[in-house]
């Protein structure tokens, strides 16, 4: 029923602040965060292994989220 939702991050590099986006997949079951509060209570998002395209720092802020709802397999 409930697939698991993947978030689409908006994230801003530590190092060079050049935006980029990383999408995240939580597990099957696991309700999708509707704020910023609920994003950081997920150990997928809390953990997700962040690397700028440009410069490779490993730490961005996060400034946006959005979620996806998992489509359903035809
Ligand atoms: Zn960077």
């Known amino acids: 029923m409930c697939d698991g939702a993947s978030v689409l991050l908006h994230v801003r590099c530590g190092g060079c602040a050049k935006l980029y986006q990383q ?3 939580l597990p099957p079951g696991r309700p999708a ?3 910023g509060d609920e994003l950081m209570e997920h150990p997928e ?3 997700a292994g962040f690397e700028c395209p440009k410069c490779e720092t490993p ?3 996060i400034v ?3 979620v ?3 489509s ?3």
């Open 45 to 47: 998002i809390r953990n």
């Open 23 to 25: 999408e995240v997949t």
């Open 64 to 66: 946006a989220f959005k």
């Open 72 to 74: 359903r397999a035809a």
């Open 68 to 70: 996806r709802e998992a």
């Open 59 to 61: 730490s961005a802020e």
């Open 33 to 35: 965060p509707v704020d």
